[in-house]
């Protein structure tokens, strides 16, 4: 139901070699659990990790075309290649682009953008002051929710969030959710605020009454098995009093690939579809998972 973060992971961060520019590897990035603050502030922030997009990948990408998923991310994904075994991560990924239709220059300069690596650790320095410990984790205005719970769990929540006077006590739960509150550690809460959402990715109206804040990691599997079981039931119910954001938390320390993942999530919301890539990459996790 839950992927916990098993910690920071050890190891030295990459960096540039006095070039100006960014550093390029094939080999896949060394994100950090989080930066602290202190490391955020240091000039123009040493990156954990380096994008693996070179000139001579851009060159050979793969051009755009292919069907592209209908707006909010409800369509079935395009059909898998078949030779998309013989393919590394960065080319399934760029396909997977193709695919969408996103135009290939912007794409490229999106990916080497080190400021959407910043986004990413903030996200993850974020969620780690809030107490998230592994995904998913929700949060529902400021009703805490750990884990993939069933679909009737969330929607309750979600209605009594919509009522006219949201509890602010766990009396007006059902004993189920009563039942995770008493858990140790807790899978229900009711903490003190709402989450800052910024650099987030909404869909529904970010001003919305009511907003689900969702911490993610797309190689997670109960993260997968949330948007298999629960999220349609969830866009249902998307529109002026209710929102979804997506904040990344990848833990790369047990998925390596979910780093770039995110990566390629955010350049494809720069174009517009972020909800389009992003169920994408959970429809066809197996598939890239294990790549490199």
């Known amino acids: 139901m839950f992927e916990p973060n098993p910690g920071p992971e050890p190891g030295p961060i990459a960096s540039e070699e006095g070039t100006g520019r960014p550093v390029y590897l094939r080999r896949q990035p060394i994100w950090s659990y989080f ?18 997009w070179t000139d001579d990948d851009a060159a050979n990408a793969p051009a755009a075309g292919g069907s592209a998923a209908a707006p909010g991310g409800a369509s079935t994904p395009p059909p898998a290649s078949p030779t998309t075994a013989a ?5 399934t990924f760029l396909a997977y682009a193709a695919s ?12 080497n953008d080190q400021a959407n690596v910043q ?4 996200h993850l320095q974020r969620g780690s002051q809030l107490g998230v410990s592994g995904t998913p984790t929700f949060f529902i205005n400021n009703k805490k929710l750990v884990g993939a719970q069933p679909t009737e769990v969330m929607l309750e929540i979600i209605e009594k969030e919509l009522s006219s006077s949201p509890p602010t006590g766990l009396d007006a739960y059902s004993p189920r959710i009563q039942q995770l509150a008493a858990s140790s550690p807790p899978a229900f809460e009711i903490v003190e605020a709402r989450p800052d959402l910024a650099g987030a990715a909404f869909e529904g109206n970010p001003n919305a009454r009511v907003v689900i804040a969702e911490f993610s990691d797309f190689q997670c599997p109960f993260c997968r098995r949330w948007n298999e079981t629960t ?22 320390q047990i998925h390596p690939n979910a780093g770039n993942a995110s990566l390629l999530a955010i350049c494809a919301g720069r174009q517009g579809k972020f909800w389009e890539m992003h169920d994408l990459l959970f429809a066809r996790q197996d598939e890239w998972s294990n790549l490199r």
């Not at 249902?236 to 833990?251: C, S, T, Y």
């Open 35 to 52: 930066l602290t603050p202190a490391a955020i502030l240091v000039g123009a922030l040493v990156i954990a990790g380096a994008i693996w």
């Open 87 to 91: 393919r590394g991560l960065l080319d």
């Open 100 to 111: 969408l239709q996103l135009e290939q220059q912007q794409l490229t300069a999106c990916l």
């Open 119 to 122: 986004l990413i650790n903030s």
């Open 231 to 252: 999220l349609g039931e969830v866009r249902k119910r998307l529109g002026d009093d209710l929102a979804l954001a997506f904040l990344h938390f990848p833990i790369t």
